[in-house]
């Protein structure tokens, strides 16, 4: 049986990331017309899990630094959707995560992709 190799959950995580901080950044934006459209923060939850999912496959092969990045990132993108889910608040803290996500995602797919030349 093939083992998934770390570079798969970079590149899910990098995806998802992206996919996830361009929903975060477009949505608002079509609010504004009447298209009857309303944010959703299971959406962003989906987002999260499929990322939790990733960094935590990938945490226990990569660098301290890669690692810090990641769980930091993924804990401001938690705090941000729960505190939206549980008290209603909209946090920026997720458009920070995200970035942070891809940021990490793309410093651990760089050292892995070294590691294999």
Known sequence: MKKISTS???ILGISS????????LIFPLL???PLGLSHNP????LFASIGLFAILK???KSSLL???ILVVSMALIW????????FEIHVDLIYFGGIGMIIGHLVNYKL????NH
């Open 79 to 86: 705090i941000s959707i729960l505190s939206e889910i549980l």
């Open 58 to 60: 990938i945490i226990k």
């Open 112 to 115: 892995h992709r070294k590691e």
């Open 8 to 10: 798969f959950y970079d």
């Open 66 to 68: 890669v690692s810090s």
């Open 31 to 33: 609010t504004i017309l």
């Open 42 to 45: 299971i959406i962003d939850l």
């Open 17 to 24: 990331a992206t996919i996830c901080l361009v929903h975060c």
